[in-house]
Each structure stands twice: as C-alpha cells, then as structure tokens.
C-alpha cells in the first residue's frame, strides 16, 4: 500500500519560509510525476506545483518565483520550498503521487501551513 506522509508544516510571519517535506513508503517512486495541492478554509483544493521523474516542472502561477519543488528518489522524499510566504499561502498542504500518467491517485493527509500578517 502506497503512503505519502506530509511534515514541516507550522505558523510563521509574512516573509519567513518553510521547507515541506513528503516521505512516500509502499513503492519505489522515481519513475513517478509527484506533487503538492493545498486547500484554504471555504475553498476547493488547488494545483500547487509538480515535478516529473525527468526534473521538469510547472507551478501555479500564485507561487511562481517564490516555491521551489524538489525530490530525492534514492530517499522517496519530495520537498517544497516555500520563502517570501504571504497570508494567502495560508492551507492545507498535501503531497500527491501519479503513479499511473492519468492523474493522482494516492494522497498524503496534508500539514498546515498558516502565514500571519
């Protein structure tokens, strides 16, 4: 059984940064498309970035310039690197595995991430 653990989550101020971390178990991923979601109280869940097995990667043009994704596939860890955090990053993050080209089908229980003013 695939399982995908988020951590790093926490409360930090506008400007700070915050390093997330996805540990994956069941499967070795490194062939796999991986990604991170959030969802923001009262709003539906949200494309944050991803990164292909070949080291291509996209992200939502709200956190462009500001979060990095990153993985270790010897570890089964991805990263998100978030700096200049601002108060509307504030969510649920999730870590999210593609393990079939056609979408994500295992999801980790999310961390939260709060940023104040």
């Known amino acids: 059984q695939v399982q995908l653990t988020e951590s790093g989550g926490g409360l930090v101020q506008a400007g700070d940064s915050l390093r997330l971390s996805c540990a994956a178990s069941g499967r070795a991923f490194s062939n796999y498309r991986m990604g991170w979601f959030r969802q923001a109280p009262g709003k539906e869940r949200e494309f944050v970035a991803h990164r292909w097995s070949a080291g291509s990667t996209a992200y939502a043009d709200s956190v462009k310039g500001r979060f990095t994704i990153s993985r270790d596939n010897a570890k089964n860890m991805v990263y998100l690197q978030m700096n200049s955090l601002k108060p509307e990053d504030t969510a649920i993050y999730y870590c999210?595995?593609?393990?079939?080209?056609?979408?994500?089908?295992?999801w980790g229980q999310g961390t939260q991430v709060t940023v104040s003013s």
């Open positions: 999210a595995i593609d393990t079939t080209a056609g979408g994500y089908d295992y």
